[in-house]
Each structure stands twice: as structure tokens, then as C-alpha cells.
């Protein structure tokens, strides 16, 4: 009370209503239901999750629009044009009239194709990828659906992205999309494993394979001003930046878009379709980038927690949208810098450098965890990652096999 | 309300079974496979084994079923063109189906009590693989990883 005098927003009362304000409007939704119908208790709770699978679909399908867009005009400045500019303020509008043209579009099946498994595709990738959105903390008391095991949750729905993948190869019946998917498979299955991999110190340091109880083992700060984020720890920002470029791979973007590359094969798995299936895996792959850089802010950036003490006022959920969007830049960056990389350099680099250098986060953990997570863990994990990295990269060094290129399928 | 999820659960997948053994294409049956096996994890679900339902998912769908859809893949294409009826397979089936069952039936009448079952947390699964059943699953470990060197060894092109 003594404080309100000084900024009314400072008030720890008014900001935390305005960070509960969306748990506290569906309490009261909840609560409005239940009172006016007196239904019984399963009928409340089937109502709120059915409140929670449309807070998450408005918001996420609201973010791509917005994403798909904002991406044509960074590309647009990143190559010194202005992207698009003419539907609506700023082409705004753009994802809107997007849409549309995909609505009306003719939807044409292959007469030789597999009907049923061509139909099913679409759906089940785009079922995977939401549900993936389901597990990760947006804010304080903001989990769609708290499970114990939400990480695994997250990876298990995830693999079965590629058996969606394989029915849109197989079921199109066409050398083009047989090869995107063969491809896609090949680099998913080579990149899952550093990215489960590079989970592993983090839910082990944690304890718990719960995102709640990791974004809160990252609360508070270490002298007052450092946040307790794991991106700040030494195996914490090697398993980062790993599990970034697993996770630029798994959603099949531009250093390593080999599955879809229009100069090679068409579009690869999405080669046959048209119309609205076609913009149902495009946003499929845009849900899915979200989910996994939501988990990447989860779980090394803090997830909702503010970066400085003092700007702890702002709810949480904005925290976590910046940190979403900020993540998302770099992933449109990337792509407007990057040239598209070839199929052997992705698999070496994910056997020979990603996955020795997962496991040295996990042993690097280990170590920064025996002793006393303190500064003196700290330096010592530190140490292990350099011997390892210097070696490996001594170790995968090619410059000294210079000599004129040796073709060995062509001639 | 348990046991009527159960039946129709049950019911969907002895369906995607018997799809999986009948299909006439490789691949129909494979997803048929597949679609049967997330019948199986949706059982653990129903049952509050959350974990092994995920870890269900997670092995057989995002590895064994793509493993055999490869598999599929990179085999000869007129295999599985004439699928008669399979005796021997059919006889071990119903061999494997009647013991089974012989074995069910033969047991005492199984006397559940309902111990207080604490609910199967990952955590107690992680106490359990790391203390009375490590050596088993340091086993397990050896074996993969000698099949898996095994596998290199047979793929690696001779270097001469």
C-alpha cells in the first residue's frame, strides 16, 4: 500500500492482474458456465480444455498469418527490395487474400496417386504439429495441458511427423515426391537424436521432465542481475545453439531445405499437392518451427521469466512472445543469408560434429552439477567443452585434403 | 466410462490389426501397423501409465514403423504381389493364440487385492532402471550397441 503512491503500475497488485488476466477470464468463463447451466464436473473440465485447444489455435494460426508475411518482408530489405506492400497498411492484409487464393484454388489428386493416404497426410502432420503447442508454459499458470512427462509428450507427437511425411511421398505417386520425403526422413531421423540429446542435461539438471518445473528451476538471479537462465551456463549455451540448428533441420528450413529445394525437386513431398492441402503443410511447418522454438525458450532462455529484475512487471506471456519472436528472426535471417547446403555435408556434420558434441553437453552438465553449480562448476564445464571442441575440430579439419574434386557417381 | 473407452479402444484396434495382416499393399498394412500401435499407447494412457504410452509412441511409431517402411522401400517392388495364406504363419498364430490362452485360464483365480498402486511417476521408473534393474539394461545396452557395430560393419565399403 505504501508503494502505490509511487507508480500505480509499479503496484505489485496491478501487475499481477494483468498477468493472470487471461487464467483469471477463463476462471470466470468457467465459473459463468458452471453456474448458469449447473452442469456437472467433467462437462466443465472437457469446456476448459476445450477453451485452451482455441486460445491455442487463435493465437498460433494469428502468429503465422503474421509470420508469413513479416518473412516475405525481411527477406524483401535482407535482399534490397521491399517485399510485399500493396494489400492492406504495410501488406498487412497479405496472409488474408493468401488464404483466400488457396480457398478457391482447385484441389487436383494424381489419378495414379494413393487416394486415401494422399488425403490423410495434411491432417496428420498438421494434428502433430499442434499438438506439440500444447505442452510448453506461454506464462505464468499458462500451460495448456501440464503433464508429467511433456517433453517426451513432445517428442513422441513429433516422430510421428515423419510417417506424415512419408504418406505425402509415397501416397503421390511420383518420383519427386518419393525423393523430398526419402530425404526429409533421412535428415529428421540424423537430427533427432542430437536434439533429444541435448535436452537430456537440461531435465536432468532439472530432475523433472515437466516444462513447469523447468521454467521455474530457472527463476531468479545469480549476483542480482544475471537470470538463472541456462544459456548462461557453459554446456547450457552449447546445448542451445545445438539444439537451434537440430531444430532449424527438423522443421526443414533454408540451410538445410535439401527435402523441398525448388531447383532439385520441385518441392519435394509437397510436390502433388495444390490448394488447400498444400497451405495445410505450409502451416504445418510454420506451427512446427513455433513449437520448437518455444521449447528452445522453455527450456535454455527461461521460458516466461524477465530477463532483468526490474522489469519483472511486464506479464509474463509478453516475456515469452519476445523471446518466441526473437527466435523466429533468427530463423528468417538465416534464410535470407545462407545458401542451401548438400545432403552428405548435412548427414556428416550431424554424425561426425552435432552428436559428439550433444554427448560433451551431457557429461559437461554432469560436471557443472559435482561441483557445486557454482562459479568453480562453472570454469570446469567450461574446460571440458573447449578440450572437446578444440579436438573434434582438429580432428574433422579438411583443409589440408585440398586437391582437384574427384567425381565418383559422374563422369 | 473407463471400460467403454476401453472397448471401443480395443474394437479400433483389433480393426487396424487385422488391416495390418490382410492389407494387400506392404504400405497399407504398415500404417494399418502403426495406427494398431497407437490403439496400444492409447490403452497405457487410459490406464495412467503415461510414460510407457509416450515411450510406445515414440520407439514404434517414430522408429520401428518408419524402420520397416524403409525397409519396404528399398527392397525389390513385385514382393508381396500374390499374398496367399500363410498355413505355417496362420498354425504359429493360433499355437501362440491357444497357449496363451490355455496359460490364462490355468491360473488361479487371480486375487486382486488392490494393493495402493502409487501412481507409475518417470521418476520411479528412473529409480528402478538405475538400481535393481541396472544390469539388465547395461545388457540391453551392450547387445544394441554390437548390433549396431555390426550393422556398420556390414554396409562399409573396403577401402583398398
Not at chain 1, 44 to 62: D, H
Not at chain 1, 157 to 178: P, R
Not at chain 1, 343 to 352: E, S, T, V
Not at chain 1, 370 to 385: H, K, N, Q, T
Request: proline residues 4%.
Amino acid at each position: 500500500m505504501i508503494n502505490q503512491s509511487i507508480d500505480g503500475f509499479l503496484h505489485p497488485n496491478v501487475s499481477k492482474s494483468v498477468d493472470q488476466i487471461f487464467v483469471n477470464g477463463k476462471q470466470w468463463l468457467l465459473s459463468l458456465l458452471s453456474s448458469l447451466t449447473g452442469a456437472p464436473v467433467w462437462v466443465i473440465q472437457v469446456a476448459s480444455s476445450l477453451i485452451n485447444i482455441l486460445a491455442l489455435l487463435a493465437v498460433f494460426l494469428t502468429l503465422f498469418a503474421l509470420m508469413s508475411v513479416l518473412e516475405r518482408k525481411i527477406l524483401g530489405r535482407i535482399q534490397n527490395r521491399y517485399g510485399p506492400n500493396r494489400v492492406g497498411p504495410f501488406g498487412l492484409l497479405q496472409p488474408l487474400a493468401d488464404g483466400i487464393k488457396m480457398l478457391i484454388k482447385e484441389d487436383i489428386v494424381p489419378a495414379r496417386a494413393d487416394k486415401l493416404v494422399h488425403f490423410l497426410a495434411p491432417i496428420l502432420i498438421a494434428a502433430a504439429a499442434i499438438l506439440a503447442l500444447g505442452i510448453i508454459p506461454y506464462g505464468r499458470n499458462m500451460t495448456p495441458f501440464a503433464i508429467d512427462g511433456g517433453i517426451l509428450f513432445f517428442f513422441a507427437v513429433g516422430s510421428t511427423t515423419e510417417l506424415a511425411v512419408f504418406m505425402a511421398g509415397w501416397g503421390s505417386n511420383n518420383k519427386f515426391s518419393m525423393l523430398g520425403a526419402m530425404r526429409a526422413i533421412a535428415q529428421m531421423i540424423s537430427y533427432e537424436l542430437p536434439l533429444i540429446i541435448t535436452v537430456l542435461p537440461v531435465v536432468m539438471v532439472v530432475g523433472s521432465l515437466m516444462p513447469d518445473r523447468i521454467v521455474a528451476a530457472q527463476a531468479g538471479y545469480t549476483f542480482g542481475f544475471v537470470p538463472r537462465w541456462f544459456v548462461f551456463t557453459p554446456w547450457g549455451a552449447t546445448a542451445f545453439i545445438l539444439f537451434f540448428v537440430s531444430g532449424l533441420v527438423e522443421s526443414n528450413r533454408t540451410p538445410f531445405d535439401v527435402p523441398e529445394g525448388e531447383s532439385e525437386i520441385v518441392a519435394g513431398h509437397m510436390t502433388e499437392y495444390s490448394g488447400f492441402k498444400y497451405a495445410t503443410f505450409f502451416m504445418a511447418e510454420y506451427i512446427g518451427m513455433f513449437a520448437i522454438t518455444g521449447l528452445a525458450a522453455t527450456l535454455f532462455l527461461g521460458g516466461w521469466h524477465s530477463p532483468l529484475s526490474a522489469l519483472e512487471f511486464i506479464p509474463s506471456y509478453v516475456w515469452f512472445f519476445a523471446k518466441l519472436s526473437a527466435l523466429l528472426f533468427v530463423y528468417i535471417w538465416l534464410r535470407g543469408t545462407l545458401p542451401r547446403t548438400r545432403i552428405d555435408q548435412i548427414m556428416n556434420f550431424a554424425w561426425k560434429f552435432i552428436l559428439p558434441m550433444s554427448f560433451t553437453c551431457f557429461i559437461a552438465a554432469a560436471v557443472w552439477h559435482y561441483a557445486g553449480r557454482g562459479l568453480r562448476g562453472w570454469l570446469w564445464s567450461f574446460v571440458v567443452i573447449a578440450i572437446i571442441y578444440t579436438a573434434l575440430s582438429m580432428l574433422l579439419d579438411t583443409r589440408r585434403k585440398f586437391a582437384p574434386r574427384v567425381y565418383r557417381f559422374a563422369e | 466410462m473407463s471400460s467403454a473407452a476401453a472397448v471401443i479402444i480395443a474394437i479400433l484396434m483389433l480393426a487396424a490389426a487385422l488391416a495390418a495382416a490382410t492389407l494387400q499393399k506392404l504400405m497399407h498394412a504398415t500404417l494399418s501397423f502403426a495406427a494398431a500401435l497407437v490403439g496400444v499407447a492409447a490403452f497405457f494412457f487410459l490406464f495412467s501409465a503415461e510414460f510407457v504410452g509416450l515411450v510406445l509412441v515414440f520407439v514404434y511409431i517414430g522408429a520401428v514403423a518408419v524402420l520397416i517402411v524403409f525397409t519396404i522401400l528399398l527392397t525389390r517392388r513385385d514382393v508381396g504381389n500374390d499374398r496367399g495364406v500363410n498355413w505355417g504363419g496362420a498354425f504359429l498364430a493360433v499355437a501362440v493364440f491357444g497357449g496363451l490362452t490355455l496359460a490364462i485360464l490355468k491360473t488361479q483365480s487371480v486375487t486382486i487385492v488392490a494393493p495402493h498402486i502409487r501412481t507409475l511417476t518417470v521418476k520411479r521408473i528412473g529409480e528402478a532402471l538405475m538400481t535393481s534393474y541396472v544390469w539388465p539394461l547395461l545388457c540391453v545396452g551392450l547387445l544394441l550397441t554390437a548390433a549396431l557395430i555390426g550393422a556398420l560393419v556390414l554396409v562399409m565399403e573396403e577401402k583398398r
